[in-house]
């Protein structure tokens, strides 16, 4: 709506009643986001307007994300001029202005968990509580998802008392209404149905997962093996807004190298957690969340700025703990196998009452404080959240180990790869009779460097003919000296592996789509180990659970 002065001349709409959302920070501003357009959906009665706030060290990105979305914006100081009828935010510390108009609060977190920094004093104080002075002038509401919230807030700040809705948590109702499109999610992100997904949950502050660790999205991706698992990260917007997005994919630069899936700051965290196989996070609220989902859990932070008797010490008193100096892979194996579906009910039993009816609780109680019947329509109910963009970039160069050895059926060669960019975190590459080390990357590697210390260059895209294929294995091995060999993948036929003493290999797997990079690892160990390529099968182990027979066999009428 246009705002200011005689605002309502130029109004197409005319609402019996006009709400104000505060705008303060990116997670309060999302979270109403999220929740408002079920409330208000198709009601002309009321009338929005977004009253933008810059007073909190996170307001960067709130503008942004408020043109993005289309909502009409004005000046924190005209709030005065509009006169609303009521004042929503899901940011407690926010300065109304005064009036009678009432201030509903929704959590943009869960619960009352956390101690910060106090913007108006050198003190901490308990997130989510508004002001003692907003709390006696008797026109502010708490919503809360629990009881047990209510209960803390009188124990605290007992000027609360009379004051909190129950009402639930929208975002946990969304969460479970969208199981039912975890593999929609998966796919989106790229996860194969073989493929585990780890997601890395950090909260902000010093105390933190990133704020202790920033190297362990990196240390994951070196450990865990690249045909395994996929790796990503759900970074509090808090950090995004402080730091920006650049200072955060700068420090981030070698695990995004690797494939991290950096979930964007605004939304997308949600269908990557429902998505996740395994949560790595802190005392944050993304990892009570999971836990309440039923995800397995690794807790490598907690702060003392989580509050005792709340949810979140449940949690931490039932979740394994990370050992940043052990072994990775094991820990979240272990983590995989020793869990059981039920064990973080107590955790959504304390922070979390009777799931499925926010969103239905949440528009009663608006629809009271506004001083309107409720809409005749049915109730909103939680949708599941949208697919996700995939966040990444695709890898472009691996240090590749693998092992030579025989079983009944033949030769096999075990293929193990680690993102170059990372491969500083796992340690040396072993080396032996049977096992051979290179460095492979696809032909759009970016860093000159590599490309020419690489022993295997890798087509990125596939040929539509053999003779494009042995043309691009040419130019390749001629614009690198210092590679061996070559791969193209022929679409609808087979893989061609050119040598530089000018022989070709066609690789064929007999199972699956085919993927050239492990194609090329395959052939690169057979020259080292001596195999026949007589097209006899020989056994390509992939990680943990992938295995296809591979023929090699050389192509007649080529030099040897």
């Known amino acids: 709506m246009p705002v200011g002065h005689d605002a309502h001349r130029w109004s197409t709409f005319h609402g019996e009643r006009t709400l104000v959302v505060a705008a303060r920070t990116v997670t309060s501003t999302v979270r109403v986001l999220e929740t408002l357009p079920a409330l208000l959906r198709g009601d002309h009665r ?73 913007s108006r004093g050198p003190h901490e104080r308990l997130s989510g509580v508004v002001p003692d002075s907003l709390l006696e002038s008797g026109r502010a509401w708490l919503a809360v998802s629990h009881p047990s919230q209510e209960e803390q807030l009188l124990a605290t700040h007992p000027k609360a008392a009379g004051r909190t809705l129950l009402v639930g948590d929208p975002c946990l109702d969304e969460l479970l209404s969208s199981r039912p499109m975890r593999p929609a999610y998966r796919e989106a992100l790229g996860v194969r149905v073989d493929q585990k997904l780890v997601m890395v949950s950090s909260t902000w502050g010093p105390t933190s997962l990133l704020g202790t660790q920033p190297d362990l999205p990196a240390r994951l991706l070196a450990q865990l093996p690249y045909d395994d698992y996929k790796v990503g990260a759900i970074v509090h917007p808090n950090v995004w807004s402080a730091h920006g997005s650049w200072q955060l994919r700068t420090l981030q630069a070698a695990a995004l190298d690797a494939g991290l899936l950096l979930m964007p700051a605004v939304h997308a965290w949600r269908p990557a957690l429902v998505a996740a196989d395994v949560l790595v996070g802190d005392h944050g609220s993304v990892s009570l969340y999971g836990a309440s989902l039923g995800t397995p859990l ?95 970039a695709p890898v472009t160069s691996w240090r590749v180990t693998t092992e030579v050895g025989e079983d009944s059926g033949g030769p096999t060669v075990a293929v193990r790869r680690v ?122 182990r992939v990680g943990a659970l992938r295995e296809e027979d591979v023929v090699l066999r050389l192509r007649p009428g080529v030099a040897r």
């Not at 709340?310 to 020793?338: C, F, S, Y």
């Not at 500083?424 to 290179?438: C, E, R, V």
């Not at 860093?447 to 042995?470: E, F, K, Y």
Request: proline residues 10%; glycine residues 8%; charged residues 20%.
């Open 419 to 540: 993102p170059s960019a990372v491969a500083g975190y796992a340690g040396a590459a072993p080396d032996g009779p049977t096992l051979f080390s290179h460095l492979a990357c696809t032909d759009d590697e970016r860093d000159g460097r590599v490309a020419a210390s690489a022993s295997v260059i890798v087509r990125r895209r596939t040929d539509p003919t053999a003779a494009g294929a042995l043309r691009w294995i040419q130019d390749t091995l001629a614009r690198l000296p210092g590679s061996l060999l070559a791969v193209s993948d022929v679409r609808g036929q087979t893989c061609l592996a050119g040598l530089r003493d000018g022989r070709i290999v066609e690789a064929t797997a007999t199972g699956g789509a085919r993927d050239p990079g492990v194609l090329a690892s395959v052939v690169y160990a057979a020259l080292r180990a001596g195999l026949p390529m007589d097209g006899s099968p020989v056994t390509a």
């Open 298 to 392: 690794l807790l490598a932070a907690f702060g003392a700025d989580a509050v005792p008797g709340t949810a979140v010490h449940t949690m931490a008193d039932l979740a394994p703990r990370l050992d940043p100096r052990g072994n990775l892979h094991e820990q979240i194996e272990d983590a995989v196998r020793e869990h059981t579906p039920e064990r973080y009910a107590p955790v959504a039993a304390r922070a979390f009452a009777e799931p499925g009816h926010a969103l239905a609780r949440l528009r009663t109680a608006l629809y009271r404080l506004l001083r309107l019947p409720e809409p005749a329509t049915e109730p909103p109910h939680p949708l599941a959240v949208p697919l996700p963009d995939t966040p990444t």
């Open 46 to 118: 009321v009338t929005v307007v977004f009253a933008y706030d810059p007073t909190s060290a996170f307001d960067s990105g709130v503008l942004s994300l408020l043109h993005e979305t289309g909502c009409r914006v004005m000046p924190w100081e005209q709030l005065a001029e509009v006169a609303p009828d009521l004042i929503l935010s899901a940011s407690e510390n926010i300065d109304v202005p005064e009036g009678d108009c009432p201030v509903l609060v929704l959590p943009h977190g869960v619960g009352f968990q956390k101690l910060v920094p106090d």
